[in-house]
């Protein structure tokens, strides 16, 4: 697939998040302390995830012009993609494995990522459910 | 109504030792099965000896080892020492490896082998380079003498970030997607239980004080065997840093065990077992 394609891939992959999460009573539950915008960046293209209360309300596709976000989370769409396989390869299966050895950078509010790490893994991975 | 249920009992017994580490009186909680060859366990930063019951419970093992778990001062069932309230927790490589000594010590273990994961997978290595003639055999899972850090310890000891939640939800990717979710969750489980700072003071020797690059080359297997077994979805002390460090140890066994993360006994007992069964059989066969 062409970087294009997996990029695309990815985005489409992530605009599921609303249904994902919301399937998820568990996952709806563990963040429900959770309200805030984070970025996740597919290559260059910033997606803007709207949580309240645990629930992904929104994905909005940038660029935008001045949108605040709490964090991001930024990675190639290969990357993305490795990290979302349904059994992930060694080194590329946790956010933070990525962010070792320099295929993520997570920036911003390390506050907010940090206080709500898990529920944030596991939003970020929710899409393995459709691979 | 009088229920009929029978409890059943698990082979561990249980029971707190009075001794003093680091000049200090200490109340120790130690959990042993079997008999035989005394094989001592330590368990990771933050956590506790439960990460070790499975070992205490496998007759195979048991029949051939005396097994020894023992909560390290300020974890698991183990208190503090007196004073500990205005302290701020720090593990140093002179600490725990004394604390190591003088356990065995105090237990009148005879050349015991022991069996460390994480921080106690490292401190072995300095156990095989001062202390060889001590020890039977050593056993260091997920070891090696440095590996990058990939997080501010500062994170795991604030009041506006839980700290137990926050331990457990760093370790968790440190597993394998294969593990079973019971043995992942009760390995996190003793993550979320840890006191404040404990996990960073462990960590201090882990990042700060515990770099043993230069000791390694000294280590001497001829005089103690040393078995390394790393899992390869570890990625905080991955297969290459294992494998790095046994570069420089003539005689070092390395295995990487497959579809296991960086706590092997507690997230995959069934898959662990697979591995340690043929490296204890080797060290029986040896004695």
């Known amino acids: 697939m062409t970087a294009e394609a997996n990029t695309d891939r990815v985005i489409a992959l992530f605009e599921r998040l609303p249904a994902l999460v919301e399937a998820n009573v568990d996952l709806v539950k563990r963040g429900r302390f959770l309200s805030t915008d984070f970025a996740l960046v597919v290559g260059a293209t910033p997606l803007l995830v709207r949580v309240e209360a645990g629930r992904v309300t929104s994905v909005a596709r940038g660029p935008f012009l001045l949108r605040p976000w709490t964090f991001s989370i930024t990675a190639t769409p290969e990357t993305w993609l490795k990290l979302l396989k349904p059994v992930p390869d060694p080194g590329t299966h946790d956010l933070m494995a990525l962010s070792k050895v320099g295929l993520a950078r997570i920036e911003g509010n390390l506050q907010t990522f940090m206080a709500n790490l898990q529920v944030i893994k596991d939003i970020v991975t929710a899409p393995r459910a459709l691979m | ?287």
């Open chain 2, 1 to 287: 109504m009088k229920s009929s249920q029978k409890a059943t009992f698990e082979p561990i017994s249980g029971r707190y030792a009075h001794l003093t580490l680091s000049g200090r009186p200490h109340r120790l909680y130690i959990e042993e099965a079997g008999s035989g060859i005394p094989l001592v366990c330590l368990h990771t930063a933050g956590a506790d000896g439960r990460q070790f019951r499975h070992i205490l419970n496998d007759a195979t093992i048991t029949r051939d080892y005396r097994v020894i778990v023992f909560d390290m001062p300020w974890h698991g069932k183990s208190l503090p020492p007196t004073g500990f309230e205005t302290e701020e927790y720090q593990l140093t490589t002179a600490s725990y490896t004394q604390m190591v000594l003088d356990v065995c010590d105090a237990l009148e273990l005879e050349r015991p082998v022991v069996m460390g994961c994480s921080i106690g997978g490292r401190l072995v290595l300095n156990l095989a380079a001062d202390h060889p003639e001590r020890f039977r055999a050593l056993i260091g899972l997920e070891s090696a003498a440095h590996q990058q850090p990939w997080y501010d310890t500062e994170w795991l000891h604030r009041p506006d970030v839980h700290g137990g939640e926050v331990c457990a939800a760093l370790v968790s990717g440190m597993m394998a997607p294969q593990s079973p979710a019971e043995s992942r969750h009760e390995t996190l489980w003793m993550y979320k239980c840890g006191g404040p700072g404990i996990f960073k003071g462990d960590l201090y020797f882990y990042r700060v004080d515990g770099d043993l690059r230069e000791k390694i080359a000294r280590i001497d297997t001829a005089r103690c065997p040393l078995y390394m077994l790393t899992g390869e979805y570890d990625f905080s002390c991955t297969p290459e840093d294992t494998q790095r460090t046994a570069a420089q140890i003539k005689g070092a066994d390395v295995t990487i065990m497959k579809e296991l993360g960086h706590f092997p006994m507690s997230e995959n007992p069934a898959q662990f077992r697979r591995y340690i069964l043929p490296v204890l059989e080797k060290i029986k066969a040896a004695t």
